[in-house]
């Protein structure tokens, strides 16, 4: 391919560019996260691959250079005579410009996408969360307040989420959540998203329930009326607080007539509750025709999966992290169609099957024909974006750009969204669009 002066110059500054945004992200990286060390290593090396693109760049020799150029280059090449290769005054041959990680980065950002495992509280930003605890007179400190978020464990974890919930003390406060995810949801290109509810502790803590979900309702409307992207909710009867208390919660949803309430799902401590005590209340769900997912093998080895699938009938599997203990179950995963919903930098944070994303099994998964779907699952608790996840499978298991898309458009018919072939051509037309502009053909 032929090349002209102003696309080198033009690729010298696209590095300039990519160099100077990979500082800023690496220099963002929070260094007491467990994923810390790998990430840094993986800007340091794009770095180190961009500045050694830039140099061989600089070092570019002409013969008679014209008056233009430069002053174009503005000291940018080293311009030098009477060398061995000649370069043609204006034209050289170059090699087509292949998109920098950076580029796939951006590109993974701004392709449309749907999301269908995050939890509300999780997706509150710290400065929303901030103006809450001061609308509310909660009391902290900064101090506190940043120490909360720079957790190291899972008890460090679970306090902040507490602490989120603290923050929340009428039904309007939940405007608040909406919000925030309608922000992380506006940065990423996420269109539609279900996500979970998990109302106990709000329950508990004197707040109604009908009023809780007609908020949250009436701020859902708003935001498509206003920005066209979709927001549905499962909620969360969970397993943390036992049968009885899920039943009750499922009868409140049952009282509720909203389409965005589009179903249940089953969280809380995996080792707590097992599945086969909760089929009372996934068989009436089911009954009522409502959607039915649930939280398995993430804290829990395969036979936790298997009595998901067999007592709850979910219809998709959140985390299934230890699926692959077992071929058998792989297997039925496949056969079935049962997605599994991934959930990477939370799997590895937790720490109980997996501790480093090229030990994750969605790699298999994926390779195995099972329907795979990417999902954040805390966001804003993570400091993670949706295309932050679909990067990491790019970067550390060897997903190429048309694998993600492929995890993406899987993803999109694992929602519950009534019109999915609809939802689907309208994502991939802007993404043969984006491939295009990004140079991913």
Not at 32 to 60: A, C, H, V, W
Not at 251 to 274: S, Y
Not at 391 to 412: A, M, P
Request: hydrophobic letters at 40%; a negative charge; one cysteine or more.
């Amino acid at each position: 391919m032929k090349a002209n002066f102003e696309q080198i110059l033009k690729r010298i500054a696209i590095i300039d560019r990519d160099i100077s945004e990979l500082n800023r992200l690496k220099n963002r990286l929070p260094n007491d996260r467990p994923y810390f060390e790998g990430l840094n290593s993986t800007f340091e090396q794009q770095i180190t691959t961009l500045s050694i693109e830039k140099k061989s760049l600089l070092g570019l020799s002409v013969k008679n250079p014209p008056a233009w150029l430069i002053s174009h280059l503005n000291g940018n090449a080293v311009l030098e005579e009477n060398k061995a290769e000649e370069i043609e005054e204006e034209i050289i041959n170059f090699s087509p410009i292949s998109p920098t990680e950076p580029d796939i980065m951006q590109f993974f950002k701004v392709m449309p996408k749907t999301e269908v495992h995050l939890h509300l509280e999780a997706c509150i930003n710290r400065a929303t969360l901030k103006e809450l605890l001061n609308k509310n007179e909660v009391e902290y400190t900064e101090e506190e307040f940043e120490e909360k978020f720079n957790f190291k464990d899972l008890n460090g974890f679970i306090q902040l989420f507490f602490f989120i919930q603290s923050a929340i003390k009428e039904e309007d406060d939940f405007t608040y959540l909406i919000d925030s995810l309608a922000e992380y949801m506006r940065e990423d290109n996420i269109i539609y998203a279900e996500v979970f509810l998990a109302p106990t502790r709000f329950i508990q803590n004197g707040l109604n329930f009908n009023k809780i979900i007609e908020t949250i309702v009436q701020r859902i409307r708003e935001i498509k009326e206003d920005e066209g992207f979709e927001i549905r909710l499962l909620i969360d009867v969970s397993r943390s607080f036992g049968v009885d208390n899920a039943m009750a919660n499922l009868e409140r949803v049952l009282r509720i007539k909203h389409e965005e309430v589009i179903g249940i799902g089953l969280g809380g401590a995996e080792l707590m509750g097992p599945a086969k005590d909760y089929e009372p209340v996934f068989k009436l769900a089911r009954e009522s025709g409502l959607h039915c997912v649930a939280h398995a093998g993430e804290d829990d080895g395969p036979w936790s999966i298997w009595d998901t699938l067999k007592y709850l009938q979910a219809e998709r599997i959140g985390h299934g992290t230890s699926a692959i203990q077992d071929p058998e179950l792989m297997e039925y995963f496949k056969e079935n169609r049962i997605p599994i919903e991934v959930c990477l930098t939370s799997n590895i944070f937790t720490g109980k099957y997996v501790r480093k994303e090229e030990n994750h099994p969605v790699r298999q998964y994926y390779d195995a024909g099972i329907v795979t779907c990417i999902n954040t699952d805390d966001p804003e608790i993570f400091n993670v974006k949706l295309s932050d996840e679909y990067f990491k499978l790019y970067q550390h298991l060897n997903f190429t750009v048309d694998e993600v898309i492929d995890l993406l458009k899987k993803g999109v018919f694992s929602t519950f969204h009534p019109r999915k072939d609809k939802l689907w051509k309208k994502i991939e037309s802007d993404i043969r669009r984006l491939k295009t502009k990004f140079n991913l053909n």
